[in-house]
């Protein structure tokens, strides 16, 4: 036969330990609101030297490239080699110092943009959804889960549209109550489409020049010893005009796109700073407006009496001259089972 249950942290019956504590699920802390101006700030400061940084690079790949013709096709003296070898390889530190700063500004970017998603939970707090028995904060504003929000930038494939779609759901979910719509409007998403597509344009360009020219100098190379063997094979010249065209055409195009890339690149950091600014603001007003007051309940209620109490049914006495329940000349009903 069981035994009736005695209640959490009370003995067994005839047993000495205690009756374990039902599991209880974890349930997340709730979110805290941290502010984003400081990060915003450090975020558009590298944003900025960044793009300076670009256009200062810019400047001098274009200035160097007819040293790098007059190089290519050997019409320099041996002092105006030297001159062009450093003009030429001068840019190199500064285009290492731009790489150096978008990566930062990213970075920046990335803290700033899942202390807002972290904070638009705590403006507006979704439900729990249970799962297996345990409660975990739900994201119904968000389409993505809060990994996502750095996953999203590195994982092949859908990098190309989930951290739009991210910052679309934290823009949205950070509009101010008292401008509903504004995450919509025609101004904020021309400067979220902007931000994504000059942002995604510099990109491509980055990995995708430098790949085009990285095989352009290995071919090159491998022309070039081509000739030298055939050369050596037939004892004649070795005819390189044709691969001086290639590499200077090589050159044109390394200074064409990292102009365009840098044009793209001068557009994303505005959008994104406005788009940073705005987002901060939203939230900061969210947080400093006075708690909207609901509509009356009703009228004002008495004194709050206590829990109900339960115990045996309360019975009015019996009335004096209430007949007799049975008469006295008759025995009360009784059961069969009692004959």
Known sequence: MSQPYAGPNQPYPGYN??????????APPAPQYRPLRRTARVGIALMGLTVLT??????????????????VYGLLSEDEVAE???????????????????IGAGVTFLIWLSQA????????????ITYQGAQRLGSGKHRHSQGWVIGSWICPVVQFWYPLQVVQDVVKASEPTDKPGAAKSGETRGLLYCWWAAWTGFWVIVVGGGGVALVSCIVWIVRLVDRVDAAGAT???????DLQDFM??????????FSVATVLLVVAGV????????????????VSAPPQQGPPQGPPQGPQQGPPQYGPPQYAPRPVDAPPAFPSYARPPQSPWHR
């Open 235 to 241: 004892g004649d010249y070795v005819d390189i005009y």
């Open 117 to 128: 998603r972290e904070n638009t939970e705590a403006l507006s707090p979704s439900p729990a």
């Open 84 to 102: 062009a070898v450093g003009s030429i390889s001068g840019s190199g530190p500064l285009l290492n110092l731009v790489g150096l700063l978008v």
């Open 17 to 26: 330990q205690p009756y374990p504590v039902p599991y209880r699920p974890y």
């Open 54 to 71: 670009a256009i200062i690079q810019s400047v001098l790949m274009w200035r160097s490239y007819d040293d790098v013709k007059r190089f």
């Open 271 to 286: 959008a994104g700073a406005l788009l940073m600014l705005r987002v901060t603001s939203w939230q900061d007003s969210r």
């Open 248 to 257: 200077v055409r090589v050159a044109l195009l390394v200074n064409v796109g």
